[in-house]
Structure formats: structure tokens, C-alpha cells
């Protein structure tokens, strides 16, 4: 939070007023008439300056893209909203239409028979395919200051560290039009996110528990299974004497330029 503003929180909003229920020529609630803590009421600048991003032809041409291909994912019938296109079919069809031949596939190597069963697909789509498993490099955890038994299997195994900064150079090597995260651990998929320099998008996102669909939890979070989660800690605050690990840092001590 900052001085002036308190943090935004489209969260605890219906979203009437940046999504009124209206035709084109309709007159648009007032930005007034949103929550206190609307990102329209507190930052305008922001979304003015934003949009600007849009004017850049390709910028503009993937986004119509972008939103052409979310509504090709709807039927609307009248009063009623139909689904039809799962993200897989999502993902080729909007790759179509931006032209690419080339699909990266950045998978963790817990998925390995899905990502082989997503190239086949990608393949029979007609799309290249070059796939990079989390674990390339082989480089032991050791390396990255892993102790022993802060390993999966103990100080004895030898266990390959994720490496995604590997998988995203290497996609970024091959210059693939489109990047794929497959089910990318938490933390490794925020450092493949800083490293890929092709456009990215994110098939499935890994939950060990929940066949990696990890909005079962929040389905079930009114229940005795996972109810834990809205238990109510105390607020957090750092801990004393940690340092906050900050990977857009420009510099090797981690520290802010
Ligand atoms: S942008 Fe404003 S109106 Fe829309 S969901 Fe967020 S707080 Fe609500």
C-alpha cells in the first residue's frame, strides 16, 4: 500500500460498472458508483497510459486475436451462455490465428506422459514442437545449496534440480513463435516467466493433490477438507533479519538498483 492509495479490490466487487450488463449505446454507470477501492477510481492514470500499449499494430492484432478467440470459446444463445472449446483447443486455435508454426512445450517431468500426449496433438495440428523437461541439465540440487536432507529422497539420492531458466533459454534458442508452461512447480514457473523471451502462455499449472486443478481446493474450501484455508492467521509481516528475495533485481546482490 502506498501512501495515497489503499490497494485495489476487484476481488470484493461484483464488477457492475467495468462490466455493466448493457448495450453499446447505453449510457455507463458512473465510475463513482464503483467501490471506494476500484483501480478506476485509484489509478486511472494507469489504465490511460495502459491502453496506449494497444496502439502498436501487433500489440492491437493479438489482442483482437486474444478476444476473438474467447468469444469463438462461447455460444450464445439468446439468454443463455454456452461453453465449447477446452484450453487445449483454446491454445491451437488462437496459435492459428496468430500465424505460428512453432509451439514450445515447457513441461515438468511429472507430466512427461501428458506433455507427450499434448506434442502428438500440437504435431497433428500441424504445428512444430520443441519440448524442454524441467529437469535438462541433470545439474544436482547441491548446486543451488540444496542440503541433503532438504531433498525429496534424502542426502543420499541424487536429484536434478528444476531448471527452468534452462527451458525458457532454450525455447528462447529456438525462437518458437509460442511458449507453452506445462504444470511448472510454483517459483520454477515464476523464474521461467522471467527468463522466457517468446510469447508465453500457460497450459496447466501443477497441483500435486488435485490433478492439477488447484481451484478443487477452493471449490471445497466450505468443507471440513479443506476448510483450513479460510482459518484466519495473524496479518504477515517479515520476518526479522530475512531478506526479501527479489528476482527482478538488476544486480548479483539481489539488491534493488
Ligand atoms: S474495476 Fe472497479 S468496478 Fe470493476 S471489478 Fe474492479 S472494483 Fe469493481
Not at 42 to 67: C, H, K
Not at 88 to 94: A, H, N, R, V, W
Not at 202 to 214: Q, S
Request: hydrophobic share 35%; with cysteine.
Amino acid at each position: 500500500m502506498n501512501s495515497k492509495n489503499p490497494y485495489t479490490q476487484c476481488a470484493y466487487c461484483d464488477g457492475a460498472t467495468c462490466y455493466p450488463h448493457a448495450n453499446l449505446n447505453d449510457a455507463l454507470p458512473s465510475i463513482e458508483k464503483a467501490p471506494a477501492a476500484c483501480p478506476m477510481r485509484l489509478y486511472s492514470d494507469v489504465i490511460r497510459n495502459g491502453i496506449t500499449n494497444y496502439q502498436m499494430p501487433n500489440i492491437q492484432e493479438f489482442a483482437r486475436q486474444a478476444s476473438i478467440q474467447e468469444s469463438q470459446c462461447y455460444e450464445f444463445d439468446g439468454p443463455d451462455l454456452k461453453t465449447r472449446v477446452p484450453r487445449i483447443e483454446e491454445t491451437i486455435q488462437f496459435a492459428a490465428k496468430c500465424n505460428y508454426t512453432t509451439l514450445g512445450l515447457a513441461f515438468c517431468i511429472g507430466l512427461r506422459k501428458e506433455a507427450r500426449q499434448i506434442s502428438r496433438i500440437f504435431e497433428a495440428k500441424g504445428f512444430d514442437v520443441a519440448s524442454v523437461c524441467c529437469k535438462v541439465g541433470r545439474t544436482p540440487k547441491e548446486s543451488i545449496g540444496l542440503k541433503g536432507e532438504e531433498k525429496i529422497r534424502g542426502p543420499e539420492a541424487m536429484e536434478s534440480m528444476c531448471n527452468p531458466i534452462a527451458q525458457a533459454e532454450l525455447l528462447n534458442q529456438q525462437k518458437v513463435d509460442l511458449a507453452v508452461m506445462l504444470g511448472l512447480c510454483v517459483g520454477h514457473d515464476t523464474l521461467f516467466l522471467k527468463y522466457c523471451k517468446v510469447p508465453c502462455t500457460i497450459l496447466a499449472v501443477k497441483d500435486r493433490v488435485l490433478g492439477h486443478n488447484p481451484l478443487a481446493a477452493i471449490y471445497l474450501s466450505d468443507s471440513p477438507y479443506y476448510g483450513r484455508l479460510k482459518k484466519s492467521s495473524k496479518r504477515r509481516k517479515p520476518e526479522t533479519g530475512w531478506k526479501k528475495i527479489d528476482i527482478m533485481a538488476e544486480n548479483e546482490s539481489g539488491d534493488s538498483a
